[in-house]
């Protein structure tokens, strides 16, 4: 032991909900989050009452655990997500702008019509909310997810503009290559139909060999020349 402290409280654990609970059951239980009594943090309790019904072990766990799931998922400059209960009471936030979720709570009761996304104004200024019920052992809990409107906007704005340029970047890097690949196609098939009217008006002599890039083209170009030779001798052995 490196230090002792001693410390006066009232604080009894077998008064503790999660001890009462614990000794009531034969298997571990968990409670609903709750604040705990000497830390000014929101967490939740395992407890598991040993074989004589009089101990208890438990295991404490901070609510922060939701931060990390989360942060990676959220704008933290203008998005603040927020894990509360039925009855508005906040377990767990993102952010420090418990304020923000105060007001929204306390303005609307009725958590069940943000499941589609709503601009609301809290605060003098626009909020995008959007909540979302989720079951836990118990009962039901709640996700909100506040966002700035303008921020939000202005980021979607702007993704919306890169899309645009990287459109227009491919595009001057696509047509180019499109075109070039088409007339390669299109040519020899115009100058096929050109060889198709020389044959029309009888003029074999002027009739060439057509040069195509692509094998069904130049199949064509080639049986055209074919024929266009056998029609020539035929005609000048009558």
Same mark, same amino acid.
């Given at each position: 032991?490196? $230090? @002792? ?9 077998? =008064? ?10 034969? *298997?571990? %239980? ?13 967490? +939740? ?17 901070? $609510? ?26 906040? %377990? ?35 909020? @995008? @909310? ?12 709640? %996700?909100?997810?506040? *966002?700035?409107?303008? =921020?939000? @906007?202005?980021? *979607? ?9 990287? +459109? ?7 047509? !180019? ?10 040519? !020899? ?33 080639? $049986? ?6 056998? %029609? ?7």
């Amino acid at each position: 032991i490196t $230090s @002792i402290k001693n410390e006066d409280t009232s604080y009894d654990p077998r =008064k503790r909900p999660w001890y009462i609970k614990a000794i009531e059951h034969t *298997s571990p %239980i968990k409670t609903e989050p709750y604040k705990f009594y000497s830390i000014d943090s929101i967490g +939740f309790t395992y407890a598991y009452a040993l074989e004589n019904r009089k101990n208890v072990i438990a295991l404490d766990l901070l $609510s922060d655990y939701f931060k990390h799931i989360s942060i990676n998922h959220i704008e933290e400059d203008y998005m603040n997500l927020y894990l509360f209960n039925e009855d508005g009471v906040l %377990i767990s936030s993102l952010t420090n702008k418990e304020d923000l979720f105060k007001e929204f709570s306390k303005k609307y009761r009725d958590f069940s019509e943000f499941y589609e996304a709503k601009i609301v104004e809290l605060n003098k200024n626009k909020y @995008i @909310i959007q909540t979302n019920k989720i079951k836990n052992d118990y009962d039901y809990n709640y %996700i909100a997810i506040i *966002s700035d409107y303008e =921020k939000t @906007i202005d980021e *979607s704005l702007n993704q919306s503009l890169s899309l645009v340029l990287i +459109f227009f970047l491919a595009s001057l890097i696509i047509f !180019p290559i499109i075109i070039l690949f088409s007339n390669r196609i299109i040519n !020899p098939i115009y100058e096929l139909v050109e060889q198709i009217n020389r044959v029309k008006d009888r003029n074999y002599e002027g009739v060439v060999d057509v040069k195509a890039s692509t094998l069904e083209v130049g199949i064509l170009a080639n $049986s055209f020349s074919q024929m266009a030779n056998s %029609i020539f001798k035929y005609q000048h052995s009558l």
